[in-house]
C-alpha cells in the first residue's frame, strides 16, 4: 500500500505545482502566465469527453498504431532471427538495413505519400517503420548471446533445426525481443503522432496540431495528456505479456515484490566459529558444501541454473 501511495503522490504533487505556478503567473526564467491551468486543461477535457470527435481520434490513433506495431513485432522478430543465424542473409540484408535504420522514420513521410495511395496506409507504414529497428536490433543481440550447450544438447538428443528453433531460439531470446517491443512501442507513438500531424485526417496527433493552430492550448494539453496516457498503457500491456512469457526466468525480489526469507538473508542458519557443522543439528556438514573450493561451488551453481 505504501508504493501504490508513494505513485499517486507524484503525479498529485506535480499537478499541485502546475496549477500553483500558473496560477500565480509565475514569470521567473519560465513563463508560467502563459500556460493554461490545471482547471482549464480539465473543463477542456470533460467537453472533449461529452463530443464524438474525440473517440472518433482515439479508435483511428489506436488503430493506426496497434496495426502498424503488430506487424512490426513479427516483421522485425523473423529478420532478427534470420539475420542473427544465417550468414547469407545477414550478408545480403544487413548493408541494406544499416544503411535505413538511422534514417528517422518521420523522415519518410514524402517516400509514404508518393507510394501509398492514401494517407492511412502511409501512416501505417511509417509507424511499423518506427516499430521494426528497435525489435530487429534487439532480437539480432538476443539470439547471438545465445549459449550453445543449449543448441548442442538438442542436436545431442535428435532435434533438427525447427526444435532447435522452437525450443532454443525462440524461448531464449524472449526477454530481449521483449526489451525491444517495449522500446518500440514507445517510438511508434512517436512517430504516429508525428505523421497525424503532417497527413492524418483524425487521430489524437492531428487534433492536437489543429487546437495548436487555432491557439487551443487547453486542447493542446487535452491531446499531450491523451497520447501520455495511452502511450503509459500500451508499453504496461507489452510488459505485462512479457512477464507472462518468461515465467521460467528468475526474478529478483525487487520484481516480485516479496521478501526474501530470513533464512535467505542472513545467509542460513548460524554456526559457531570453527564448528563446520550447522548450529543445533549435530550432524557433521555434508561433504559436498566443504569439498569444492569456491571457483568449483561456483562453476556447480551456474551449471544448475542453466539446466
Known amino acids: 500500500m505504501r508504493r501504490y501511495a508513494l505513485r499517486l503522490v507524484s503525479p498529485a504533487a506535480a499537478l ?39 473517440w472518433t481520434d482515439l479508435t483511428d490513433s489506436l488503430t493506426r498504431i496497434l496495426t502498424g ?21 545477414e550478408d545480403l540484408l544487413g548493408p541494406v538495413l544499416e544503411v535505413i535504420r538511422p534514417v528517422p522514420a518521420i523522415a519518410l513521410v514524402p517516400v509514404a505519400i508518393l507510394l501509398f495511395p492514401s494517407n ?5 507504414f511509417i509507424t511499423c517503420t518506427a516499430a521494426f529497428f528497435p525489435v530487429l536490433v534487439s532480437t ?36 530481449g525481443v521483449f526489451g525491444g517491443l517495449s522500446v518500440g512501442i514507445g ?10 500531424m503532417i497527413s492524418g485526417q483524425y487521430g489524437v496527433g492531428y ?54 526469507p530470513r533464512s535467505a538473508r542472513s545467509g542460513g542458519a548460524r554456526q559457531p566459529a570453527g564448528s563446520g557443522r550447522p548450529a543445533g543439528s549435530g550432524q557433521p556438514a555434508p561433504a559436498a558444501s566443504t569439498a569444492l573450493p569456491d571457483g568449483a561451488r561456483a562453476e556447480e551453481t551456474r551449471d544448475e541454473h542453466l539446466v
Do not use: K
Request: charged fraction near 15%; proline fraction near 4%.
Open 16 to 54: 499541485g505545482l502546475w496549477q500553483a505556478l500558473t496560477s500565480w503567473n509565475v514569470d521567473l526564467w519560465l513563463r508560467f502566465s502563459q500556460f493554461p491551468t490545471v482547471a482549464d486543461v480539465a473543463r477542456a477535457f470533460a467537453a472533449r469527453l461529452s463530443g464524438p470527435d474525440y
Open 69 to 89: 506495431f503488430l506487424l512490426a513485432a513479427v516483421l522485425g522478430v523473423a529478420t532478427g532471427v534470420l539475420v542473427a543465424r544465417s550468414r547469407l542473409a
Open 120 to 124: 492511412e496506409q502511409g501512416i501505417v
Open 140 to 175: 539480432r543481440h538476443a539470439v547471438r548471446a545465445l549459449t550453445p550447450v543449449w543448441e548442442e544438447a538438442v542436436l545431442t538428443m535428435g532435434g533438427g533445426r525447427w526444435r532447435i528453433l522452437c525450443s532454443v531460439v525462440l524461448p531464449g531470446a524472449l526477454p
Open 187 to 196: 517510438v511508434s507513438w512517436i512517430c504516429v503522432i508525428s505523421a497525424e
Open 207 to 260: 487534433r492536437t496540431w489543429q487546437d495548436y493552430t487555432v491557439v487551443d492550448y487547453p486542447g493542446v494539453f487535452v491531446g499531450m495528456a491523451t497520447i501520455g496516457v495511452l502511450g503509459w498503457l500500451t508499453s504496461t500491456a507489452v510488459e505485462l505479456l512479457g512477464r507472462r512469457l518468461t515465467r521460467w526466468l528468475p526474478r529478483t525480489a525487487y520484481e516480485t515484490g516479496a521478501r526474501a
